[in-house]
């Protein structure tokens, strides 16, 4: 895409984020929910804006009743403080991240809670401080008065206690092998780090890696379709985006999973998919020739 096509891209998200933010303010929370969303797919690699959208859809969420949005909310923005912990230091209102903090502390685990929690935060400007001059005199200290303590009364020698001698191990009993464990957490990290130097090798290695882990929750397996998206590594994440499921406030990931088949060459799949997806996102030009691509795949 051009310099120049970016850069009205990203004043145009930029325009909702502020709209949808002035519409929450106001108590409009329905149109604040349509126009962040957008907002929060167009500005998804800015994450400072993208965790700010994703706090006042945290609170249109609950203002609308809707928790399940809510809680999606507050999951992505754990995400993306994995990549880069800014959420500690977003310039929010006193009054918004207060009202955060009450639904995220409801909302979350105690690990995920405390995990937001140490976001940290931008440093205070130190206080500089100034003396002050006083005319009452300074007490002179004072020698302490210690009493002489009585000698210690002789400690007799510890007595001698035999140890009895080890009892060998039998050959025949091998010794426990550990259990290796697998800090998804962890991977997670160190692959968004190679993917943020362009170390795509890497990056690809380990979220194919994470991908073939069981039990993946829904959060991560969203932010795993994501960062192999931008990886282009489409497999995996078709992979991922396929066992988390969508609602039509992740529209832009259902996107991303049509365009995910499509590219790993299930047409009929990924029209199925773009058809759910477009009625919920914004139409920019990447977004039409990929479905004209599609739409006209056999």
């Known amino acids: 895409m051009p310099a120049f096509a970016a850069a009205d891209a990203s004043d145009f998200y930029v325009g909702l984020l502020h709209r949808g933010i002035g519409h929450v303010d106001a108590g409009q929370y329905e149109t604040a929910e349509k126009e962040l969303r957008v907002a929060a797919f167009g500005l998804v690699d800015s994450i400072p ?38 959420f500690g230091s977003l310039e929010l209102p006193a009054k918004v991240r207060t009202e955060f903090d009450q639904i995220a502390s409801k909302l979350l685990t105690t690990d995920q809670y405390a995990f937001l929690k140490a976001s940290p935060s931008a440093e205070p400007a130190v206080p500089v401080m100034t003396p002050q001059h006083s005319s009452a005199p300074v007490p002179m200290p004072q020698p302490a008065v210690t009493t002489p303590k009585p000698p210690p009364a002789p400690v007799p020698p510890p007595k001698q206690v035999s140890k009895p001698a080890p009892k060998p191990v039998p050959a025949s009993v091998p010794a426990p092998t550990p259990v290796p464990t697998y800090n998804v957490n962890a991977q997670m990290a160190l692959a968004d780090q190679a993917l943020n130097r362009n170390d795509l090798g890497n990056a690809r290695k380990i979220y194919d890696q994470i991908a073939s ?40 990931y259902r996107y991303y999973y049509a365009v995910a088949l499509f590219e790993t060459g299930q047409s009929a799949a990924a029209k199925r998919e773009l058809s759910q997806a477009l009625p919920y996102i914004e139409v920019t030009p990447d977004v039409a020739g990929y479905r004209t691509r599609i739409e006209n795949a056999r």
């Not at 203002?63 to 403080?81: V, Y």
């Not at 932010?223 to 406030?249: M, P, V």
């Open 49 to 86: 804006q993208f965790e700010t959208a994703e706090v006042y859809l945290t609170i249109a969420g609950d203002k609308l009743h809707s928790e399940a949005d809510s809680r999606r909310a507050l999951q992505r923005i754990i995400a993306a403080d994995r990549v880069s912990r800014r």
């Open 213 to 252: 882990q069981p039990g993946l929750d829904h959060a991560t397996l969203i932010h795993l379709g994501e960062q192999s998206y931008r990886a282009r590594d489409f497999a995996t994440a078709a992979r991922a985006f396929g066992r988390s499921g969508f609602n039509t406030s992740e529209a832009p």
